[in-house]
């Protein structure tokens, strides 16, 4: 069994008893490593600024999520769901490994007793059951299923693209309890992360032309009367695709930073945290008040930024190839 053990606060402890002293904070990132090789990695930053890595976990890994004490890490390429035991020390190897049997995962969401998790090859919704570890099929899908979400009994699935590879304009609406699709909403070209501002669903999408020229928007459904705005934002528009609720405040990532948006999804430059090349910005995640930048020039450049809410930078770490992921443990 392998834990990190961590030099300063084991010089803590040595001086004092106080518990707050102990390390009570991860932060996980995904570094998906170089397509067709198996060098995917995760790294841990602790509250002290400690760092530790699992290297060579497969081909591609896409996405972390933490529940309790256990941490998920979904593998692409390699078609595999890693669970691991994290505490304040650290990760324990090896873990378990779960074959997904060749249904390329993406993104996942935690509930309860349940990992759900979007498959492009099988086109589907999986879910991982914690109490027997079995993975079932939970719903068939037309298209391309990329982020997820849950509110109340329903899940929200976004799908990205088409079976050709085009691109998709909808978000499925699925019931847990009813187990059936009661809604398909069409939120424009490209859907890709989800996230909630009370009853309203925001979208932000990234859609491609027949030349493989970018386009970028963001959408917002509501709930309550099934209203839908869609905003364009045009043709290789410098933004990317995460969308994040800080304090009942929208922002999207674009401009080399997040950027709030007002109520018709206009950017809000004047209200910008980070400044970085968006070229280079891969990932963003947001935890209380610190902003994760994942920057990358898929070669030399492989940092994670950390910026408050001031937008003044707090930390930076070099990391593994293409950060592209984040999840936070909390003792």
Known sequence: MRKLILLLTLFFISC?????????EWIIIACEGNYGSSNGSIY????????????????????????????????NNSHKLHVFDINSDGISLPGIELDLNNSSPREMFVDNDRVYFTNWNTKDVKYLNLFNYKIEKLVDLEGLPEGIIKKENDLFIAINMNEDYSSANKVVRYDINQNNIVDVINV??????????????????????????????????SLDNSDILIRNYGENTPCGGSIHNIDNLM???????????????????SNKIGDFNQSEVYSVEVFGDKVYF??????????????????????????GIIPGDFAIWKK
Do not use: C, W
């Open 16 to 24: 004092s008893n106080d518990d707050d002293i102990v390390n009570s």
């Open 44 to 75: 841990l930053i602790n509250q002290f600024g400690e760092m530790d890595s699992i290297p060579n976990l497969g081909d591609v890994v896409q996405s972390v999520e933490v529940n309790n004490d256990k941490l998920f890490v979904l593998v």
């Open 188 to 221: 424009g070209e490209g859907p890709q992360d989800l996230e909630f501002h009370n009853n309203e669903l925001y979208v932000s999408r990234t859609y491609y032309d027949e030349n493989y020229s970018a386009f970028h928007g963001t959408s917002k459904y």
């Open 251 to 269: 922002y999207r990532s674009a401009l080399g930073g997040i950027v709030e948006l007002d109520e018709i999804l206009n950017l809000k430059s």
């Open 294 to 319: 994942g920057l990358t020039d898929y070669n030399n450049l492989n940092k994670v930024k950390v910026v408050n809410l001031d937008n003044s930078e707090f930390a930076s770490y070099d990391v």
